[in-house]
């Protein structure tokens, strides 16, 4: 699904990620753990090119999304992304925070779709009989793209538990919730990866475990993650791959088994030492 070529990527002549190469196949459960500041959030946020790679590629379902001439926003849709800091629309209910994208991409679609059927209605007046071309039939309007993202974004909020609150403002929620909130708003998308950014890190303690029990839920429903994190428990049981990232390179990547009881990089063994 991706493969990261010799990714790079530097901060003012600061090299922060000095040539990255990993494979990301479907349904893989992904963790990059590693000390602060070694370039994993900037990794996670060149993957979907919210910085901007200096060089390398970013090869996602076969397009090169780190190629500047490529409409990232297009893929970007396939790409969903979990922030520490949740990033809700504070002027926005819990509702209306998870229906926003797929409103906004879908009714894009439609007016686009409308005005190609436009051009091609005046193309049409223009030639013969037998020149014209038949008109794409649209199927659907902007209150059912919004019916149906409504309908989708309550199945969702039931799912986690949440449908009581579709009508609160995120200032009311736990940060929990919160979290809980901006994972399903990605979902909506219907995304092929969710990039998780060290998402309970924000959180009180006693508020990981329920953001901790929906991404296992994902797991096992077959959604391929890269998930930035310091919690070793959660990916040792979850993870079925984890790099271990240093100085900006992959200094180990191994399953969970074998990246924790058999470490081989000294970096790595120096690490877990002080984190387990």
Do not use: W
């Not at 008109?135 to 039931?158: G, H, N, S, V």
């Not at 998780?196 to 994902?218: C, N, Q, R, Y």
Request: hydrophobic content about 40%.
């Amino acid at each position: 699904m991706i493969d990261v070529i010799d990714l790079k990527k530097s901060f003012h002549g600061v090299e922060v990620l000095k040539g990255i190469n990993v494979t990301i196949d479907k349904g893989d459960i992904v963790v990059v753990i590693g000390p602060s500041g070694s370039g994993k959030s900037t990794f996670l946020r060149c993957l979907n090119c919210m910085e901007d790679p200096t060089s390398g590629s970013v090869i996602f379902n076969g397009v090169d999304i780190a190629d500047m001439r490529v409409d990232i926003n297009i893929h970007r849709r396939h790409m969903g992304m979990v922030f520490q800091h949740f990033n809700l629309f504070n002027n926005k209910t819990v509702l209306e925070n998870i229906m926003l994208a797929p409103v906004y991409t879908r009714t894009q679609e439609l007016n686009r779709q409308r005005r190609k059927n436009m051009r091609q209605k005046l193309y049409n007046l223009f030639v013969p009989e037998g020149k014209k071309k038949e008109l794409a039939p649209i199927e659907t309007t902007k209150a059912q793209i919004k019916d149906e993202a409504r309908e989708d974004a309550l199945r969702l909020l039931r799912r986690i538990g949440m449908e009581d609150k579709a009508d609160a403002y995120p200032s009311t929620l736990s940060g929990g919730q919160k979290q809980r909130v901006a994972i399903v708003r990605s979902l909506a998308m219907n995304p092929d990866v969710i990039l998780f950014d060290e998402p309970t890190s924000a959180l009180d303690p006693e508020m990981v475990g329920e953001v901790l029990d929906l991404m296992k839920a994902l797991a096992r429903d077959g959604m391929t993650m890269i998930i930035v994190t310091h919690e070793m428990g959660f990916a040792r049981e979850v993870a079925n791959r984890i790099l271990f990232i240093d100085e900006g390179v992959i200094k180990e990547s191994a399953p969970p088994e074998e990246f924790f009881t058999h470490p081989k990089n000294p970096r790595l063994k120096e690490f877990l030492s002080k984190v387990l």
